[in-house]
Each structure stands twice: as C-alpha cells, then as structure tokens.
C-alpha cells in the first residue's frame, strides 16, 4: 500500500495526515486530489464535515487507515441511534448522558474511542468506525462526551430552549416530572373594554398560571407548549407589541372574529375585569310586519343565557364588544355570528327596523304571508315551489268590471301588482315586449275603487291604443282622455284620467292640483333622465300606489332604472350619487350588483317570451350582409378620407361633429343619393328588393322599418314603380290607427314602410310575417321593440326578422360596439354591471 492515512481529531475539527511508502498509483493520485493535495506531505489536512464521510469511506477502502495508531475500517451498514438521557442528581442540578441504540445493544457513549466531527458524526468503537443515523450537531455529542454533562437549573432550561430550536434534535429524556409534562392550557386577559390590547397566560392545572413573559425559570414550564399557544395566537387578528403592560395588540375590526377563533379552540378568554367571555351559541330572529316599518325581534343564545336581539344590536350601536350575561360573565358581540341581514336594519327608538319596501334584503326572515308570495312572483317562482299557507292565484281575481280572459301568466301579474298594492308598495312592469302588460294593468284596475281618481301617462302614440283596450276590456267604466285644444279645465269630477306626457307638462299646474290613488305611466323610460321636466313633475305628484311600464327599463344607461324607481319607490336606490358610485364600484365587485337585484327583485316583474312560449310564435332573427356597389364604394371611401382630414384638424372634436360624419356613412350606405344625387348605385337596396320580390311571391305581409324617412320615400318610390301596394308611417302621420288598422285587416296592403322611431312603439302588427331592418340603429332595444311589433300574442306563424348590413363600413363598425355594448344595451337585472353607455371615444373609434 503506497500510502498510510492517519485521523485526528483538534477543538471540533477533523484532519487527516499521510504517509507515503511508495510510488502513487492511478487511485491514489485522485484521492489525493480530492483531498486538495498534489503532493504528499506530513501536514495535517482539513476534512470538512460535508464531504468526510465520503473521503473516509474510499481512505478505508485502501486498507491503511488509522486512528491514534490503531488500525480502523469504515462500516457503513451499521448505523447508530443517540439518547441523550438527563436525570435529577439532587440540589437542583441535572447529569446528561449519552448513549449508543442498537437492536439489542445499549452503550454508553463515554465507552467509546472517539467522536469524529462529520456529517453525520462517525463514532470509533474499537476497530469499527460507524456512522450516527442522524445529523446532529456536534455540539451536541461535546457536551456529553467524553465525560457525562453537570447542569443547573438555568443549563437545564438553555437545552430545553436549545432543543426546541434545532431542525432535527437528538433524543433527549428528561427527568420524569419534565418528561410526562404538567397539563396546560392559554388564557387570554385582555387589558382595555374594547378588547385590543392583551396578554397571555399558562395555565399550568398542577401549578397555578404564569405569564408567558414571566421569565422566571421554572423546570416544569413547559415553553415548546408555550411557543404553540402564542403561535396560535398570532394566527389570529392579535400581534405582538408592548404597550404598557400589554404584550399583544389587535385592530379594532379584528377583535370580534379572533377572540371567536381562540374561544372556538379551547381557550379561555378573560374580560378586562377578569370575567369570562363566552361567544353566541345561536340565534331565534323573526322579522314583523308593520305599517311602513319590518321590525327585527327574537333572542340571541349566548350558552344557558338568552338575551334580547335589541339589547344585543343597540350594545354593538354603542361600539360595544361585551354584553354582561351575570357577576361573572359576558358575551362577545359577534357581527359575523348574526345573520347577515342585520346590518341593513336601522337603529330607531330602541327597535331594529327597515322600510318594508326593502323588504327582499332579508327575505330570509320575514313571516308576512303576502310579502313572501310578492317576492315569490317577482322572481317567477311556479305556484307549486310556494310556501304552504301562500294564498294561490285563485285568491285574486279582477274586478266585476273586467270583460276578458287572462292567460296563467297574466294572472300572475294580477296577483303581484294586488300584492304590492295591498302593502302599501309599488312596482315597476317590464314584461316582453307582446305579453299584453296593458291588459295586466286594466285587470288591476278593475280591482280598485273609483272613488279617488287615476292616471295613465302614456306617449300620444298609444293614446288611442289604451283607450280602445279600456272600452274592450273595462266597458262599464267611463275613461277622460285629455287631450285636444278643449280639454277640461278642472279634474276634480273625473276618476279615471288618460293623457300623453306633452299634454301633461303642459297642464303640471292642472295634474299637481290632484292626490291620486294610483299613477300609471306607460313606456316609462319616457322618464329616464331624472333632470328633465317630465320625471321632475311626475316625482312631485302624490299617490298610494304608483305602476312603471316599460318592456325596455334600461336604454342606454344603469342610471335609467334609478330615475324610474325614484318615481315609484323614492328612496329605494339612495341618493343618484350613491347609486352611480355602485355601478361604477360594479365593474370590480359584484356584491352592489348583487345587492341591488336582490333589493329590486320584488318590485320588478318581468317575464320573457321563452317563459310563455306556449303562447307565442317562434321568432328568427338574421344579419344580411351587404357589400357595396362600386361607385357607391368609391363615393364611401373618399368620404372617409375626407372626414379624417377634417378631424385631424380639429385638436378635440365635438360629439356632435363626429355624430355629423358618422350619419352621412351610414346614409351612403342606405343609398348614396341620401348625401349626393349624383351617385345612383346602392347594393343594399339591391338586396332589399330582391326579399321582397319573393315575399310579394309568396303573398306575405312585411314590415320596412328604417331611420331616415328620406330613405323611406326612396323604397316607396321604387314599390310604386314595381306595382305593389306599400302603407307609409312616421312621426308626421295624423291618423296611426287607421293606417294601423288597414295594414292588419286589409289583405292587399303587404308592405308597410316605418320610421324606426315613430313605429317602435305601442303598435300591434301581428299580421307581419317579415320584418326587415334596413338600417342598424345604435340602440339594440329599439329594434328589438321595432320587431316585437309584429312578434307578439295573437301570431300563429313565426316571424322573421332581418336586419341589413354592409359589410366594411361604418354599419359593420356599428354592430360590433354595440355587440360590446349588448349588456348595457339589455335588461338590468342580468347585466348591472356595465353601464358605461356609448363615448365620444366609442363614436371616435367608428371612423378610424
């Protein structure tokens, strides 16, 4: 063997020397090198402890390794357990022992040869050098090696707090007393009557309670338990800070839910006058109803105790955290512990209470048979889903005076509006374009006395439609209609009042005069600008129930339905501000959307067409894209270019100056002669008429609706030309009913060409097969209004609707902001949230 290797071990450090006795070979060459060595010599290397095990394992390997001149060998099969075992020796001091495990073998460690520093720690036993099973630290084995350890009380408790932070500790027992531990459990002893500020406590069942800051050294505290209390306690809202005499501190916000989390795992929580706190075990809450007020009673459960929910509510209004129980005890206040429904309740003398028509926050609670039934209808639950005891549809009937039959649904909307009416509440009608909200109404009031007079707001439009449906429907009972240069000067002698908004902001002074019974106002977003003297007049007016009707409640804007519920239930919403902060605060959480459909759920009934479907006709609805002709592209195109020139010019443009440049587009698109005669080409006019040649083949009815009148007269002309018959309505045309009534029963008459405007509303069109949108509008609702003319009840066959659109233009442009807009555009009880409406950046972006 070329070389002899010798351990040694100097102040917790392993080296290695060697000897050579001959020429190197090949593997000792690399040992060496791995040693850091080139050459041999009779220093003393250092072998770090990371890498010894291993470098002692291939020394061994070459059968010349020694240790204090005796030959040893490397056993890397046997590994070794360490026990540290400390026994009391009288006079308050402690011998720590170590000792080599084995299967059936116990050795003191002090018997062997010697402790090498590596990692783990070899131990030389004889001539066999074996390798402990875990890495303790060496500081460890120095301690009780190679004399057994004599200790204090105070060396006793630095290896109890020295154990407690090693990663992976050597086993250690301790004497009896110390090893089988006292029980101990937290005590938390709050410092302050709000409960923030603390200390903790050990409750040691043997020994009496220490501080846990006490640093008082007692051998039987047991400080690993200790360390996991505070641990726990800082899991909590409570952290760690001096103040004072208190070593803990919490947020007020917090106090509640951590003190609830301590007590909930055993602890025991003292208030600052040393009572015990106990939280709430359950609650027996009930809402009653009043006149205009739900009032909140029952017991809060605190263990045995029973407490009253006002003692408890009005403890909390104080900013109070602890309610006293007995001599002895308090319970902890805990919002989170009470339903949540609670924090809408208001504090007013000395009773919990909240304006019945906010009745659908705490629905859950409620006992009113006809409250829950409102809800229940408002959110279109099926009468079989109701609540035993829940008055059934057969309970509300209209009024003797009502000639007429009302389909399942129409019933209950019957019952919803008796409902409403009968509480005192009011409520906003919103059903599907087509599902006869008008017969609803005159059901209802069928139901009511004559004696206090009524009125019906309506657009002129439909002025003549609610007067026929009243005599069809309500024949014995006589209806004013204001309206015409001789109408009266007084209202006091009238019961039942029909005008139109314009007539009715003409005459303010004539409606403000009267107290009604019930106020109805049909296509009511009419109303949807609150700053506008319509809605500012019909705010002013006085009445016990109030009736909203409007298939499309939202147009543009979320702050449209606010507008119409501060007509029928002023104050619902809050203040506009208010109102306009939670949609804005929507877009990031959706608690306000929530919050608010939960509170409006009541008071808006609206069914879809699918919900009836038995009832109504199937309706397709399709895009037709168009693509232009090529002067008429031409024509396009070099307007575009034209109104970026201008634009670019211009450092802020105004709304109304892009709006400008927007119309002509979408006029060249309808047909270039609606900006310039000199271009006579339109491709979507093309397509148009190739429909209606085959809709005329097939001897069907059609609706032509289109914005621009003058586009209007352009298809009238070339109907005339080709030998059809057309009908013509727009906002100019005196006599809509007989126009109306014409199109409806005259078989011959099968075009009727419509201003978007002027027939989106309040007509009944059922004998329209076809309904053909020339020309997109910017607001979807309107077309969907303008289609639902003829997609209503009484159709047996479907309805097929088209809306035309040229392909890479502005019309195209169009579809897509408002496909981007489709929630803002819809209904708000399924799309609150996004109610940004259409931007001058939104109009920009249509032209670039």
């Avoid at 050459?39 to 402890?49: A, P, R």
């Avoid at 105790?305 to 319970?331: K, T, Y």
Wanted: proline share 5%; with cysteine; net charge negative.
């Amino acid at each position: 063997m070329p070389i002899d290797y010798s351990l040694e071990t100097k102040q917790g450090k392993l080296f290695v020397s060697m000897i050579a006795r001959g020429l190197l070979n090949a593997e000792d060459k690399a040992l060496l090198k791995e040693l850091g060595v080139d050459s041999i010599n009779f220093d003393l290397i250092l072998l770090k402890s990371g890498r010894a095990l291993e470098l002692i394992a291939k020394m061994s390997r070459s059968g010349s390794l020694k240790m204090k001149g005796q030959k040893i060998i490397f056993d890397p099969f046997t590994t070794l357990e360490l026990e540290i075992v400390v026994r009391e020796t009288g006079q308050e001091k402690f011998c720590g022992e170590g000792f080599l495990i084995e299967p059936h073998r116990r050795e003191p460690l002090n018997k062997c040869n010697a402790i090498l520093p590596s990692i783990p720690p070899c131990i030389l036993r004889g001539p066999l050098l074996q390798p402990l099973s875990k890495e303790i630290p060496f500081s460890w084995l120095e301690r009780v090696y190679p004399e057994p350890a004599i200790i204090d009380n105070e060396g006793l408790r630095s290896w109890q707090e020295e154990l407690r932070e090693e990663d992976d500790p050597p086993t250690i027992q301790f004497p009896k007393m110390l090893e089988q531990g006292i029980e101990v459990w937290p005590v938390l002893q709050l410092q302050d009557r709000f409960g923030a500020f603390a200390d903790l406590w050990l409750d040691y069942r043997a020994k009496g309670p220490v501080a846990y800051h006490d640093t008082l050294f007692k051998a039987w505290r047991d400080r690993k338990a200790e360390k996991a209390w505070e641990k726990d306690l800082l899991e909590t809202g409570f952290q760690a800070k001096t103040v004072e005499q208190s070593h803990y501190y919490c947020p007020m916000d917090q106090v509640a839910s951590s003190l609830s989390f301590l007590l909930d795992i055993g602890w025991k929580v003292l208030d600052f006058t040393g009572r015990q706190v106990i939280r709430q075990s359950a609650t027996n809450l009930s809402v009653e109803e009043e006149k205009r007020f739900l009032t909140l009673r029952g017991k809060v459960i605190f263990g045995q105790h029973e407490l009253n929910v006002n003692d408890v509510a009005g403890a909390f209004q104080r900013r109070e955290r602890f309610l006293e129980i007995s001599s002895g005890m308090v319970g902890l206040i805990e919002p989170s512990s009470l339903p949540v429904e609670i924090d809408d309740f208001q504090w007013e003398e000395g009773q919990l209470r909240l304006p019945k028509n906010r009745f659908a926050l705490v629905q859950g609670m409620i006992s009113s048979n006809d409250l829950l039934e409102t809800l229940l209808i408002a959110q279109g639950k099926k009468l079989e889903e109701e609540p035993c005891g829940v008055p059934s549809c057969s309970t509300f009937e209209p009024g003797p005076s009502f000639n007429g039959m009302l389909y399942p649904y129409q019933k209950e909307g019957l019952r919803w509006l008796m409902l409403l009416n009968k509480q005192g509440l009011s409520g906003l009608l919103a059903d599907d374009m087509g599902l006869g909200k008008t017969v609803q109404v005159l059901a209802f009031l069928s139901t009511l006395p004559t004696k206090t007079p009524l009125l019906i707001v309506a657009p002129t439009s439909l002025l003549f439609h609610w007067q026929r449906e009243w005599e069809k429907f309500l024949p014995g009972r006589s209806l004013y209609v204001h309206t015409g240069i001789d109408r009266k000067g007084s209202l006091h002698e009238v019961s039942s009042i029909l005008t139109s908004y314009a007539i009715l902001r003409q005459d303010r002074e004539l409606f403000s005069t009267l107290e009604y019974s019930c106020i109805i106002l049909d296509e009511a977003q009419t109303i949807k600008n609150p700053d506008s003297q319509i809605a500012s007049l019909v705010f002013s007016f006085q009445s016990a129930f109030r009736l909203a009707i409007s298939g499309t409640p939202i147009e543009n804007r979320a702050e449209d339905l606010w507008s119409l519920f501060r007509f029928v239930l002023p104050g619902l919403l809050g203040e506009r501000s208010s109102f306009r902060a939670k949609i804005a605060a929507a877009e990031a959480d959706r608690r306000y959307v929530e919050q608010t459909k939960k509170l409006l759920s009541p008071f808006i009934l609206r069914r879809k067409k699918e919900l009836v479907a038995q009832d109504l006709p199937a309706k397709l609805e399709q895009i037709v894209w168009v693509e232009m002709e090529e002067k008429q592209q031409a024509f396009y195109e070099a307007t575009v270019v034209q109104n970026r020139k201008e634009l670019l010019g211009v450092e802020k443009p105004g709304r109304m100056q892009i709006l400008e440049k927007i119309l002509r587009l979408r006029q060249i698109c309808c047909h270039p002669k609606l900006v310039d005669g000199l271009v006579q080409d339109s491709g979507k006019l093309q397509r148009l008429f190739e429909d209606l040649e085959e809709i005329m083949e097939e001897g069907s009815k059609v609706l032509v609706y289109s914005q621009f009148t003058s586009m209007l007269s352009i298809l009238r002309k070339e109907i005339t030309i080709r030998g059809w018959r057309s009908l013509y309505l727009d906002g100019a045309t005196n006599q809509r009913e007989e126009v109306v009534r014409e199109f409806q029963e005259d078989p011959e008459a099968k075009i009727f060409l419509i201003s978007l405007k002027a027939g989106g509303v309040g007509l009944n069109l059922t004998k329209a097969d076809y309904v053909l949108l020339y020309d997109p509008w910017w607001n979807e609702a309107v077309e969907r209004q303008a289609i639902d003319r003829a997609h209503r009840l009484g159709r047996k066959a479907p309805v097929i609707a088209r809306r035309y659109v040229t392909a890479l233009s502005i019309e195209e442009k169009m579809m897509r902001l408002k496909e981007h807009k489709v929630k803002l555009m819809g209904d708000l009880l399924e799309n609150m949230e996004d109610a940004s409406g259409i931007t001058t950046d939104d109009l920009i972006s249509l032209l670039t």
